[in-house]
Each structure stands twice: as structure tokens, then as C-alpha cells.
């Protein structure tokens, strides 16, 4: 079972690596398309789309033909670039089916639940990751083209699981043993998981915003085929207003579980310092996004940095502190 | 999210013009800082410098999370420790600039709240307000054509979804969503609540840690002197810790093939006054709950040998002092000392230079073959005790204290000390007679336990403050304030191709970032035309279709 799950992993991650070239082929001869189109067109109109078409509608009756604005209708190149998208968006989900079965079996084969060191740990937040951009894709599928950004985080997050994190299947010590292992890890897997995915739409924002200013260098010119800046942020504030009560939960479970594990509800313990340094940024950036003098770019670049101290927790503490949460596995 | 001011204060004072009566200057100037200190503004700057000041605690060693690490740095960067220690590196989270920030914040904080606490309740109480003269300016607008709706079902219908409606005149006024503000106060509060309670737990709690050899001699009664280390909080009183006794009666752990520990439960027994004797249990994740708050965890586990030394007169002594385990198998060091020995019985009189200490290397599982330093496995399958005696001045009444786990590296280096002879691996029950005659025996082990005994007043106010920010926080950010209006027109007379006299005009308004809005408000338009006519159709309808704005 944990050979199966480890082979599973090479596999999903294979999945993820096809779903990106696909993703990447449309958006490199997807400018004439018709999503590259919409990717182009302001954010009321995206809505309109958004409102009732179904993930992969790009090719059927489609509302974007709708629109008039002088477009043209599309041909059969833009057909075939539009069905790349489709066949990343399917190869994305048999990844994820692959992904899921990589932590069943991790799971069932350690007899507990898939997310006891870090190399599980990064497996199951990369898998709500997944997930909640599959739900976002189906519910507004003109943000396929980030896609691109997205199967890339994979990648690379599954590929450093695999080839750095990795550790052979042992049962929990015992400070582990414990049903607010469950409640508090699940949590902060889906917290993370969620500003995971929240940081792709922050980061095309910045690049987008600064496209549309003008700028044409490097990064910028990535931000030419994404949705229209106004949607991005909107769609960042709404995973991370979603992530962020969810992330409170799993800092407290995480307290509570302290109490009894360690004596103490908070100890500044490394972890502990930097999941309460996470919270206070990105409480900064709702914070930020709510008041009015505050610009959008401003607000969007204190949730990056949040995002980047959610990493440091993950990766920096676990590798470089030593801590009472030194469960990682890595020596 | 786009109403709430800058400053949230909408009080008089925030709408009074600066400058336009002439303040003392010093008044002015406290109360531009204050104005300054409750913006949303300053409250952000200070999150993030939160944030900032937070970092340097992970960074280096903490004194109330491992003071061995700090006294560590302190070897290792001379230089740099007095410096670090005098700027609070040391103490990050009780550091003045540390404490200065979230004071400042918590101030701010306050000041924030109080006012939008004030028109919040007033808004609660008020009525919806009145509706603007353009209903058609709004972001939604519609127009019902349908022959006398009544406002009165209109009024019951939105009443009927929870919206706060009223009626005046020919117009119904409604709002909905105040639970957001509701919850975002509560949200906001509860951080004091939490804070509150942080600090009441670190005026008048305590805690204590300290290492728990089995059997009756090793119990300990709960008084400050009984722990190795110990915090108490500013206003408590250290005679007044909870009386009670405990005493180690077993250690049972468990571990897998591979060495790793599996599970660790102590058996204890308790007495608490007046009470008889009990037995208690308890392990890591399910700490011994004593009452009135005070509790027990366990935190850590080793093994303590028993040494007994028989001296030249033919007395003896026994020593189990704990050993430090210093590796995942529990290899420990350790000192067997035995400063009263050697006594003669005669004069009564003791032999300054006739002490003896060993120095221990405890092995639960030795290996087959030397070399005698690690341990193969943390349970004791084959367990072995490295001795090296020595014997001298073991310096103990000199008066500078010393470790318990080592000896006096001092008197070894000026010579009062003098190891004689080489280590000797000893298995349980095995003797060793040393150059003087005098004997060594290792009788066996006792497990012992580290354990800490807390009590946080606080903890309970923190838990449910954290609970009800929880709570808040959902409404805050998900809940969406809103309002509409419906209003009876007459219909122009020239314009009148039916026979109907008026019309109904619906505006409504998001106040908050609210992407579904729009369908929401087409729902109330047709439950509106529904209630009075049932087949009513909304195609024939002018329904504006603009974008909310944002
Ligand atoms: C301990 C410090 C603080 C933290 C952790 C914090 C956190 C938050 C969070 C997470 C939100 C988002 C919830 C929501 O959107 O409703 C929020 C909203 C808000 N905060 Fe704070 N806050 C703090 C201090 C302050 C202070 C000092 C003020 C006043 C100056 C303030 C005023 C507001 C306002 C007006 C909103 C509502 C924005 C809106 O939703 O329209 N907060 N705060």
C-alpha cells in the first residue's frame, strides 16, 4: 500500500505536468481564442459569463458569442485551442483523482490520518489547493488561463514532497496521538490549501494591475492573457476571506491541543510564532482591503507577504528551528 | 466594504471642521493623535509592525522557551549577547518595544470601538432610512407595472425575509444585513477579551517544572523550593500554591522496533488534603486535571539508576539521581555522588578528601560488543551502567552551585578530585570492588518523569473570547448590508397606455462588496409582483441590469 502510494504520487504528478503543458499550449496560441478574448474583456461581461455556464462551455453554446462588440466568431483554429484548455482542465481533475488516491493510500497504509509529517502535510494541502480551484473553475470558467499558474504550483509544491520531504510511513509519537491531531492539522491543511490557491489570483492581480499601467517587462507581460485585474482581486479577497476564519480555527484547535500536549496554550514556540505572524498579515490585508485610503495593489501585495510567511512556517521552521513541533520527519 | 470611512468615528467631532473654534494648542494636539491613533491607518501600520516585531522571537533563543539555548548563545557570541539581552532579544514578547506595540494597537483598538459600538446600537434602533428621491439612480432599479401593489404586502414580504422594514407614506424603507457590523464589534472585542485574559494568566498564574523519580523517598509537596524552575505571576503570593503531594509509582512507555516512542502513561499517587491517598494516571495529551484549575502534564521521561556504594567502614549509601537521556534511545548521563561516606565511625569525623562521585553512562540496551557508549534501543532489553569513579573534593561545600548531572569539572582540573581507575561497564546486580577496597553495586533503575504543574486563570477567558471571534468573524466577513425601497408613483397621464394609476419603483443598494446582489434583488421584484398577482411574469418588466458598483 505505501509503494502504491508513492508510485500514485510520481503519476499524479505526471498528471499535473500534462495538465500544464496543455494549459500552457492554449495559452501560448490561445490569443485569438475565444477565452483569450474574454480574458480580455472587462469584468462586467465576465460576470455575465460567469453567471450559468458550466466549466467546460468555452466550445459550446456559448454566452461570449453574445456579446457584439464587434467580435468575430470563432474559427476552427480557436476551436482546437479551446479544446487544449478543456483537456488540461480534465487532465487537472484525473490528477487530483490521483492526488486524493496518493493520500487514501498513504492513509490506510499507515492506519491514521494521511497528514503526520510534512511530506503528508504538503500532500494534503496541495490537494485542497486542487480542489478549491476545480470548484472556482467550475463556478466561474473564464479563469481557466490561470490555470497555467496553478498546475505549475503543484508541480513543483509535489515535486519538492516527493523528492526532498519524503519520508518512509511510521506511526505518530505520541504528542501526536490525539484527536485534535485530526481537527487542528485538517484545518490548517485546508486554511493553507485555501491561501495556497488565494495567492495565484493576488499574484496575477499585482502582474495584471501593472500590465494595465503600461509595463511591459518581464513578469507584466505575463498579466496580457489573465482576467481583467478588477476580477482577480475580487476572486483573491474571496478565498482568503474564506481561508482566513478557517486558518483562526486551526491557530486556536491548535492552542487548545497545546494545553494538553505541552502545559501551555501558546508558547512561542517557532511554529507558533509564525502561524500567529501569518494570522496578523493577513488580518492586516483584510484589514488593509477594507479601508478605503488603503489602494488595491497595496492591500494585495500584504496578502502575498502573507502568503510567504505561511511558506516560511511550512518550510523555514520545519527545516531551520528547532521547536517542539519538530514532527517534520527530516533530520 | 467600501462605506466604512478612513475613521469610522462619525460622531460630531468627526464632521466638525478643523480649526473652526479656537482649542489650547496642547488640547488640539492630543486630540489630533488621537484622531491619528483610531484611524484604520495607524491600526494597519501597527498590525504590521506586530508582525515584524514577532520575527526576531523565532529567531533567537527565547529565555521562557529554552534558557538552555540562550546561556548556548551566550557561549557562543559573547560579543553579542550583552548587546541582544539589553534591546530584549532574549525576551521579544515581554520586550518594552514589543509590549508598546500591542498596547498602542489595544488602544487604538478601543478607541475604534467605542464610537462604532455607539452608532451601531443607534442604528439597531433606528428605522431603515428614508428613501432617496431617485430610485432610479440606485445601482438596481425596477419598475412594476402591475395594477396596485400593495405596499402593506411588499412590507410583509420583506418582513417575512428578515429584512427591517418600514413604511412611510407610500414608500417601505428596508435593511438588511446588520450582523455584520454585529459581528465584526464582536470580533473586535473579543480581541480584548483575549487579551485580557493573556494577561490576568500572567499576573496571577504560576507553573512549575521539575523531574519525578519513582518511588515514596522522591515525592514532592507542592512549594515553589520543591520545583527546578518556576515562574510565578506578578500578584500571587508563592504561599499560596494549592497543597498537595504526589509521588511516581510507575512509568510505563512503549515503543516500536524501530525505537520510536508509541506511548507514555505515568501512575502516580496523589494526596490532596484532607483526602485520602489516590492513584492517578496520566500521559502526554491528557494531563492530570487537579481542582480549582491547577494541572499536571507530562513532559518528558527517563531512566534514574540506582548506585549503591559500599565505603571503607562498611557503610552504605544508595544514589538515584536521574540521568539526562541524549539521544532518541535514551543513552543518559548522569553522577552517582556520595559526599558522606567514608566517615569514621569512631571520631565521627568526615574525610574531606574521601568523597566519592561517579560519573554514568546508562545504556537500556547495550550493544553486544564495546564500544559502551550508545544506546541500542530506548526500552531496557539489556540493560548496562558505564561507572568512572573518582574520588577527592567533590567540591559540593564550596557553596557555588553546580549542576546535578555532572561533576565539579573544577576540582577535577585543580586536582582534588582524582578519577581512580577505568570505567567499568556494570550490569544489574553486578558488583565492583575499587583500589581501596570499597565496593560499587548497580542494583537497577527507576523510571522517572518530567512534569509540569500549571495554573492560567486566564486560560478560560481566552478560550471563549477566541470562541466568540470565531464567531464574529463569520458575519463580519460574509454577511452583506443592503437596502431597497419600494415607492408608489403615479403614472404620468400622458404616458398612461393602460388603465393603471401608478406605478411601483424599486431601487436598491449594496453598501457592501456583494457580487449577488443583483439576483437577490430580482428575486424581491418578482416576490413582490407574486404576492399580488400569481401568475405575474417578470418578462414584461424593465429590469435595469447594471453592475452593482463596487
Ligand atoms: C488587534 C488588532 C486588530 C485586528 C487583528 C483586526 C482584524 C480585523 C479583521 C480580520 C477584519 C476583517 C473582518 C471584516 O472585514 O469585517 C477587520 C475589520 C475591521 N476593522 Fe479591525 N482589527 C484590529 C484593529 C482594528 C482597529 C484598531 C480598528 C479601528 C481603527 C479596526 C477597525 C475595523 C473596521 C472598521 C473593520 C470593518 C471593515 C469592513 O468590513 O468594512 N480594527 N479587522
Known amino acids: 500500500m505505501a509503494a502504491l502510494s508513492d508510485q500514485l504520487l510520481a503519476v499524479a504528478i505526471l498528471g499535473y505536468l500534462l495538465a500544464m503543458i496543455c494549459h500552457a499550449a492554449e495559452y501560448a496560441f490561445g490569443n485569438r481564442s475565444r477565452v483569450g478574448r474574454a480574458a480580455l474583456r472587462p469584468e462586467r461581461e465576465l460576470a455575465l459569463v460567469g453567471a450559468g455556464a458550466p466549466a467546460d462551455s468555452a466550445a459550446g453554446p456559448d454566452p461570449v458569442v453574445k456579446v457584439p462588440a464587434g467580435s468575430t466568431p470563432g474559427g476552427t483554429a480557436s476551436t482546437r485551442v479551446a479544446l487544449l484548455g478543456r483537456a488540461a482542465v480534465a487532465l487537472t481533475v484525473v490528477a487530483a483523482v490521483l492526488h486524493l488516491a496518493v493520500l487514501v493510500t498513504r492513509g490506510v497504509a499507515a492506519d491514521r490520518m494521511p497528514w503526520g509529517n510534512m511530506y503528508e502535510y504538503v500532500l494534503a494541502v496541495t490537494f485542497v489547493g486542487t480542489v478549491a480551484w476545480l470548484v472556482l473553475l467550475h463556478r466561474r470558467p473564464t479563469v481557466r488561463h490561470l490555470g497555467l499558474f496553478v498546475t505549475l504550483a503543484m508541480v513543483l509544491l509535489l515535486a519538492v514532497a516527493g523528492l526532498v520531504l519524503y519520508v518512509p510511513i511510521v506511526p505518530l509519537v505520541p504528542a501526536l496521538n490525539s484527536y485534535w491531531f485530526v481537527v487542528h492539522v485538517s484545518a490548517a491543511a485546508l486554511s493553507s490549501g485555501l491561501f495556497l490557491l488565494g495567492a495565484v489570483p493576488a499574484v496575477m492581480y499585482l502582474i495584471r494591475n501593472g500590465y494595465d499601467q503600461g509595463k511591459r517587462s518581464f513578469p507584466y507581460t505575463l498579466g496580457a492573457r489573465v482576467p481583467a485585474a478588477a476580477s482577480l482581486e475580487r476572486m483573491a479577497f474571496r478565498l482568503h476571506a474564506f481561508a482566513f476564519p478557517i486558518w483562526t480555527f486551526a491557530v486556536m484547535a491548535g492552542a487548545v491541543w497545546a494545553e494538553a500536549a505541552w502545559g501551555r496554550y501558546w508558547g512561542w514556540d517557532p511554529k507558533e510564532t509564525w502561524a500567529f505572524i501569518s494570522w496578523v498579515v493577513y488580518a492586516g490585508y483584510l484589514h488593509a482591503r477594507a479601508t478605503p485610503s488603503v489602494k488595491r495593489p497595496v492591500a494585495t501585495w500584504i496578502a502575498v507577504i502573507g502568503f510567504l510567511t505561511m511558506q516560511m512556517n511550512l518550510y523555514g521552521v520545519n527545516i531551520f528551528f528547532e521547536g517542539l513541533h519538530s514532527y517534520g520527519g527530516l533530520d | ?550
Open chain 2, 1 to 550: 466594504m467600501s462605506t466604512v470611512d478612513d475613521r469610522p468615528t462619525t460622531g460630531p467631532e468627526a464632521v466638525e471642521a478643523p480649526g473652526r473654534r479656537r482649542t489650547a494648542a496642547p488640547l488640539a494636539l492630543l486630540r489630533n493623535s488621537w484622531r491619528q491613533l483610531t484611524s484604520m491607518r495607524t491600526a494597519l501600520v501597527l498590525l504590521f509592525l506586530l508582525a515584524v516585531a514577532a520575527i526576531p522571537g523565532s529567531l533567537l533563543p527565547q529565555r521562557n522557551v529554552s534558557l538552555e539555548n540562550v546561556q548556548g548563545f551566550q557561549r557562543d557570541h559573547p560579543d553579542w549577547y550583552p548587546i541582544v539581552d539589553r534591546l530584549g532579544g532574549f525576551d521579544v514578547y515581554a520586550s518594552p518595544w514589543f509590549s508598546a506595540i500591542y498596547v498602542l494597537l489595544f488602544t487604538s483598538l478601543i478607541g475604534c470601538i467605542v464610537p462604532r459600538l455607539r452608532d451601531h446600537v443607534r442604528a439597531l434602533r433606528a428605522v431603515p432610512p428614508a428613501a432617496p428621491r431617485r430610485l432610479d439612480r440606485l445601482p438596481r432599479h425596477a419598475v412594476l407595472t402591475d395594477p396596485d401593489v400593495d405596499l402593506a404586502a411588499v412590507a410583509a414580504m420583506l418582513r417575512k425575509r428578515r429584512w427591517r422594514v418600514a413604511v412611510q407614506g407610500d414608500t417601505v424603507s428596508a435593511e438588511k444585513g446588520y450582523l455584520k457590523e454585529t459581528g465584526n464589534l464582536l470580533f473586535h472585542i473579543s480581541l480584548i477579551g483575549v487579551l485580557v485574559g493573556v494577561g490576568l494568566g500572567s499576573w496571577y498564574g504560576w507553573h512549575g517544572n521539575r523531574l519525578l523519580v519513582a518511588g515514596p523517598d522522591n515525592a514532592f509537596c507542592n512549594t515553589l523550593q520543591q520545583y527546578s524552575e518556576s515562574k510565578l505571576g506578578h500578584r500571587l503570593d508563592g504561599d499560596r500554591l494549592p497543597p498537595f503531594c504526589l509521588e511516581l509509582t510507575d512509568f510505563e512507555a512503549g515503543f516500536l522496533p524501530t525505537g520510536q516512542p508509541e506511548s507514555f502513561r505515568a501512575k502516580a499517587l496523589l494526596k490532596e488534603q484532607g483526602r485520602a491517598p489516590r492513584p492517578v494516571s496520566f500521559s502526554v495529551n491528557d494531563p492530570l486535571r487537579l481542582g480549582g484549575g491547577t494541572s499536571v502534564y507530562l513532559l518528558g521521561h527517563g531512566y534514574a539508576p540506582i548506585v549503591r556504594y559500599t565505603d571503607r567502614y562498611g557503610k552504605s549509601q544508595t544514589s538515584d539521581e536521574a540521568f539526562l537521556s541524549i539521544d532518541g534511545n535514551l543513552t543518559s548521563e548522569g553522577v552517582a555522588i556520595f559526599p558522606d561516606v567514608n566517615i569514621d565511625p569512631k571520631t565521627g569525623e568526615r574525610a574531606p578528601d574521601l568523597q566519592v562521585g561517579f560519573e554514568g553512562l546508562y545504556l537500556p540496551t547495550t550493544p553486544a560488543q564495546g564500544p559502551f557508549v550508545r544506546s541500542e534501543y530506548p526500552a531496557e532489553r539489556s540493560p548496562g551502567l558505564m561507572l568512572i569513579p573518582y574520588r577527592g573534593n567533590l567540591g559540593l561545600d564550596a557553596g557555588i552551585p553546580n549542576s546535578v548531572y555532572s561533576l565539579d569539572r573544577r576540582q577535577v582540573d585543580n586536582g582534588r578530585l582524582k578519577q581512580v581507575g577505568e570505567g567499568k561497564l556494570l550490569r544489574p546486580g553486578e558488583k565492583w570492588t575499587l583500589d581501596d577496597g570499597t565496593t560499587v553495586e548497580f542494583l537497577g533503575t527507576r523510571p522517572y518523569a518530567t512534569i509540569s504543574v500549571r495554573y492560567d486563570p486566564g486560560e478560560t477567558i481566552v478560550l471563549v473570547s477566541s470562541a466568540l471571534l470565531l464567531l464574529g468573524l463569520m458575519p463580519a466577513l460574509f454577511a452583506r448590508r443592503r437596502r431597497v425601497w419600494f415607492r408608489v408613483v403615479p403614472v404620468p397621464a400622458d404616458t398612461s397606455t393602460t388603465d393603471r394609476s401608478s406605478l411601483v419603483e424599486v431601487g436598491g443598494l449594496p453598501r457592501t462588496d456583494y457580487s449577488g446582489f443583483a439576483e437577490e434583488f430580482d428575486r424581491l421584484v418578482a416576490a413582490a409582483r407574486n404576492d399580488r398577482t400569481a401568475t405575474g411574469s417578470p418578462r414584461n418588466d424593465r429590469t435595469a441590469t447594471e453592475e452593482e458598483t463596487d
